[in-house]
Protein backbone atom coordinates (compact mmCIF):
# COMPACT_ATOMS: atom_id res chain seq x y z
CA UNK A 1 0.00 0.00 0.00
CA UNK A 2 1.43 3.19 -0.68
CA UNK A 3 -0.66 5.52 1.25
CA UNK A 4 -2.92 3.13 3.55
CA UNK A 5 -0.57 1.18 6.31
CA UNK A 6 -1.97 -2.68 6.22
CA UNK A 7 -3.82 -4.06 8.96
CA UNK A 8 -2.85 -7.34 9.02
CA UNK A 9 -4.41 -9.36 6.02
CA UNK A 10 -3.93 -9.74 2.24
CA UNK A 11 -7.03 -7.14 1.62
CA UNK A 12 -7.05 -3.18 2.52
CA UNK A 13 -8.81 -2.20 5.54
CA UNK A 14 -12.22 -3.46 5.74
CA UNK A 15 -13.78 -1.07 7.82
CA UNK A 16 -13.33 2.83 8.34
CA UNK A 17 -11.72 1.94 12.10
CA UNK A 18 -8.86 0.18 10.47
CA UNK A 19 -7.48 2.52 8.63
CA UNK A 20 -4.09 3.65 9.35
CA UNK A 21 -2.23 5.89 6.53
CA UNK A 22 1.27 6.21 6.79
CA UNK A 23 3.60 8.90 8.84
CA UNK A 24 5.11 10.29 5.99
CA UNK A 25 1.96 10.61 3.70
CA UNK A 26 0.17 13.73 4.70
CA UNK A 27 3.81 15.15 4.42
CA UNK A 28 4.75 13.77 0.70
CA UNK A 29 1.09 14.85 -0.46
CA UNK A 30 1.73 18.63 0.89
CA UNK A 31 4.49 18.80 -0.66
CA UNK A 32 3.77 17.29 -3.77
CA UNK A 33 0.70 19.50 -3.85
CA UNK A 34 3.12 22.78 -3.29
CA UNK A 35 4.83 21.80 -6.63
CA UNK A 36 1.70 21.50 -8.56
CA UNK A 37 1.91 17.84 -8.98
CA UNK A 38 -1.97 16.92 -9.39
CA UNK A 39 -2.57 13.66 -7.26
CA UNK A 40 -5.25 11.02 -8.26
CA UNK A 41 -5.91 7.76 -6.65
CA UNK A 42 -6.43 5.15 -8.76
CA UNK A 43 -7.25 1.92 -6.32
CA UNK A 44 -8.58 -1.98 -7.05
CA UNK A 45 -10.71 -2.56 -4.00
CA UNK A 46 -12.47 -5.68 -4.23
CA UNK A 47 -13.63 -6.85 -0.71
CA UNK A 48 -16.85 -6.23 -1.45
CA UNK A 49 -17.30 -8.06 -4.71
CA UNK A 50 -15.75 -11.02 -2.55
CA UNK A 51 -18.38 -10.84 0.04
CA UNK A 52 -15.86 -9.43 2.87
CA UNK A 53 -17.50 -6.62 3.66
CA UNK A 54 -19.65 -3.54 2.04
CA UNK A 55 -19.41 -1.00 -1.10
CA UNK A 56 -20.39 1.01 2.05
CA UNK A 57 -17.87 0.40 4.26
CA UNK A 58 -15.15 0.57 1.16
CA UNK A 59 -16.18 3.65 0.43
CA UNK A 60 -16.03 5.04 3.78
CA UNK A 61 -12.70 3.53 4.00
CA UNK A 62 -11.90 5.59 0.75
CA UNK A 63 -13.11 8.28 2.92
CA UNK A 64 -10.94 7.95 5.78
CA UNK A 65 -8.07 7.37 3.79
CA UNK A 66 -8.59 10.55 1.69
CA UNK A 67 -9.25 12.98 4.90
CA UNK A 68 -5.57 11.00 6.98
CA UNK A 69 -3.50 11.96 3.77
CA UNK A 70 -4.67 15.36 2.97
CA UNK A 71 -4.20 16.67 6.98
CA UNK A 72 -1.25 18.34 5.94
CA UNK A 73 -2.01 20.14 2.97
CA UNK A 74 -2.06 18.07 -0.17
CA UNK A 75 -4.89 17.82 -2.14
CA UNK A 76 -6.49 15.02 -3.74
CA UNK A 77 -7.90 15.74 -6.95
CA UNK A 78 -9.55 12.97 -7.77
CA UNK A 79 -10.08 9.22 -7.07
CA UNK A 80 -11.11 6.20 -9.11
CA UNK A 81 -11.98 2.83 -7.90
CA UNK A 82 -12.69 -0.31 -9.21
CA UNK A 83 -14.99 -2.59 -6.77
CA UNK A 84 -14.58 -5.41 -9.47
CA UNK A 85 -12.84 -8.88 -8.53
CA UNK A 86 -10.20 -10.10 -10.99
CA UNK A 87 -12.24 -12.95 -12.82
CA UNK A 88 -14.96 -10.41 -13.50
CA UNK A 89 -12.51 -8.84 -16.42
CA UNK A 90 -13.79 -5.60 -16.04
CA UNK A 91 -11.64 -2.42 -18.03
CA UNK A 92 -11.22 -0.59 -14.59
CA UNK A 93 -9.33 -3.14 -12.95
CA UNK A 94 -5.62 -2.49 -12.59
CA UNK A 95 -3.64 -3.84 -14.79
CA UNK A 96 -6.23 -2.60 -17.23
CA UNK A 97 -6.13 1.13 -17.42
CA UNK A 98 -9.84 2.39 -17.74
CA UNK A 99 -9.01 4.15 -14.75
CA UNK A 100 -6.29 5.84 -15.44
CA UNK A 101 -7.63 7.05 -18.30
CA UNK A 102 -10.47 8.63 -16.65
CA UNK A 103 -8.39 9.92 -14.43
CA UNK A 104 -6.24 11.72 -17.15
CA UNK A 105 -9.39 12.52 -18.56
CA UNK A 106 -10.41 14.12 -15.70
CA UNK A 107 -7.65 16.19 -15.19
CA UNK A 108 -6.86 17.39 -18.48
CA UNK A 109 -4.65 20.35 -17.61
CA UNK A 110 -1.73 18.21 -15.92
CA UNK A 111 0.89 17.52 -18.79
CA UNK A 112 0.35 14.00 -19.40
CA UNK A 113 4.49 12.91 -20.44
CA UNK A 114 5.25 14.68 -16.49
CA UNK A 115 2.91 11.98 -15.26
CA UNK A 116 3.25 9.23 -12.87
CA UNK A 117 1.65 6.08 -12.27
CA UNK A 118 3.09 4.87 -8.15
CA UNK A 119 2.30 1.77 -7.08
CA UNK A 120 3.34 -0.77 -4.54
CA UNK A 121 2.31 -3.55 -7.17
CA UNK A 122 3.40 -5.16 -10.73
CA UNK A 123 -0.07 -4.34 -11.49
CA UNK A 124 0.08 -0.57 -11.02
CA UNK A 125 3.66 -0.38 -13.02
CA UNK A 126 1.79 -2.62 -15.70
CA UNK A 127 -1.05 0.02 -16.15
CA UNK A 128 0.72 2.46 -15.99
CA UNK A 129 3.74 1.57 -18.79
CA UNK A 130 0.55 0.59 -20.68
CA UNK A 131 -0.21 4.28 -21.01
CA UNK A 132 3.65 4.65 -21.66
CA UNK A 133 3.68 7.17 -18.04
CA UNK A 134 6.29 7.15 -16.20
CA UNK A 135 6.44 4.42 -13.28
CA UNK A 136 7.35 4.25 -9.55
CA UNK A 137 7.30 1.34 -7.87
CA UNK A 138 7.11 2.02 -3.89
CA UNK A 139 8.57 -1.15 -1.50
CA UNK A 140 11.81 -2.64 -0.42
CA UNK A 141 14.27 -3.53 -2.51
CA UNK A 142 15.02 -6.45 -0.51
CA UNK A 143 10.95 -7.66 -1.49
CA UNK A 144 11.15 -10.79 -4.04
CA UNK A 145 9.38 -8.00 -6.56
CA UNK A 146 13.17 -7.92 -8.90
CA UNK A 147 11.89 -11.53 -9.72
CA UNK A 148 8.50 -10.70 -10.89
CA UNK A 149 9.46 -7.33 -12.90
CA UNK A 150 12.23 -9.39 -14.46
CA UNK A 151 9.46 -12.24 -15.07
CA UNK A 152 7.12 -9.86 -16.73
CA UNK A 153 9.67 -8.29 -18.35
CA UNK A 154 8.80 -4.64 -16.48
CA UNK A 155 11.24 -2.14 -15.40
CA UNK A 156 9.72 0.74 -13.51
CA UNK A 157 11.35 4.42 -13.74
CA UNK A 158 12.18 4.40 -9.75
CA UNK A 159 12.18 1.87 -7.75
CA UNK A 160 11.58 4.00 -4.53
CA UNK A 161 11.13 3.17 -0.45
CA UNK A 162 8.37 5.72 0.54
CA UNK A 163 5.96 8.25 -0.73
CA UNK A 164 8.15 10.66 0.72
CA UNK A 165 10.99 9.38 -0.56
CA UNK A 166 9.12 9.51 -4.29
CA UNK A 167 7.94 13.40 -3.55
CA UNK A 168 11.18 14.42 -2.23
CA UNK A 169 13.61 12.91 -5.64
CA UNK A 170 11.07 15.03 -7.51
CA UNK A 171 10.30 18.19 -5.91
CA UNK A 172 13.64 18.95 -3.70
Known amino acids: ?10 DSPLHPSQVKVYSWVPEALALLTSKQFGLSIVTNQPAAAKGKTTRENLENVHKRVVELAEQAGGKILSSHICFHKQE ?27 TWMVGDGVHDIQAGQTLSLKTAFIGSRKWDAQRVFDNEALLPTLWIENLLEFARTLCL
Open 88 to 114: DACNCRKPRTGMLLEALDQNRCYDRNN
Open 1 to 10: MVVNQEHGTI
